[in-house]
């Protein structure tokens, strides 16, 4: 029944998708599903589509890793020496604070475009992961943390048996967040940097030559991309 439902949901904004490209009729500002889909089905079977996915999908992910571990390290860290927290406040309020934008063009001056959107979704995701990291082990039951201490329990059973069950929530939540983001971003950065080989490249020539089918399947293989990344990396957290 659940999935009857979604299915219902997602026929009907197909349905206002296609009323809206027949009100407009203009397939330079609006095209509707059919087009898309027509589009999607020349992309599909083409190898260059292959590569292309591939591409963003390598610096997208990888720099997400990074910074998912950079920010799990450093939060883990600023946790246990609040000196070290004060130390690392102004560089992860400020990574926070800058525009992505400013990040590329900065990127682009000093390392050019070829892997800028992994650095890009790398600073990207280290605060997000951080503040997550750092509320989860500050949420920590106080009682288990004295028995433990009380006990003389040893720092790696403390580590599995009482913080990892504080810290899922958490780190779940900044996954959800991030990897969502860090698409939007590293695709932002790649049609910014219009670097070679990549999705973001594909939608600046999509835009550049007029064709809107395109830009729309384009945009249609990054949503399922986040998705799929999403589901993928908070199943493996949950089930750790």
């Not at 206002?16 to 009100?23: S, T």
């Not at 599909?44 to 950079?70: D, E, M, Q």
């Not at 000093?110 to 949420?139: D, E, R």
């Not at 219009?194 to 600046?204: D, K, N, T, W």
């Amino acid at each position: 029944m659940k999935y009857i439902r979604k299915a219902g949901i997602l026929l009907f904004w197909l349905a206002v998708w296609f009323a809206a490209g027949r009100i407009v009729e203009n397939s330079l500002v609006l095209v509707g599903p059919e087009e898309v889909f027509m589009a999607l089905g020349r992309l599909l079977p083409s190898s260059a589509f292959w590569k292309t996915v591939w591409c963003s999908l390598g610096h997208i992910v990888s720099g997400f890793l990074a910074g998912f571990l950079a920010g799990m390290l450093l939060g883990g860290a600023a946790y246990r020496f609040p000196f070290f927290r004060e130390l690392i406040s102004p560089v992860i309020s400020l990574m926070k604070a800058v525009p992505v934008a400013s990040f590329v063009i900065l990127a682009l001056i000093f390392m050019g475009s070829k892997n800028l959107a992994l650095l890009i979704v790398f600073l990207l995701v280290i605060p997000i992961v951080y503040y997550n990291t750092l509320s989860g082990f500050q949420s920590t039951d106080r009682d288990f943390l004295e028995m433990a201490q009380v006990f003389r329990i040893p720092a790696g059973k403390r580590l599995t048996g009482i913080y990892r069950p504080a810290l899922r929530p958490f780190l779940v939540s900044a996954a959800q967040t991030s990897i969502g983001m860090s698409w939007k971003s590293g695709v932002a950065a790649e049609v910014i940097g219009v670097s070679a080989g990549s999705i973001g490249e594909q939608l600046y020539l999509s835009k550049i030559y007029l064709e809107t089918a395109d830009l729309f399947a384009w945009t249609i293989t990054i949503i399922v991309l986040s998705m799929l990344c999403e589901k993928a990396f908070t199943g493996i957290l949950k089930m750790l």
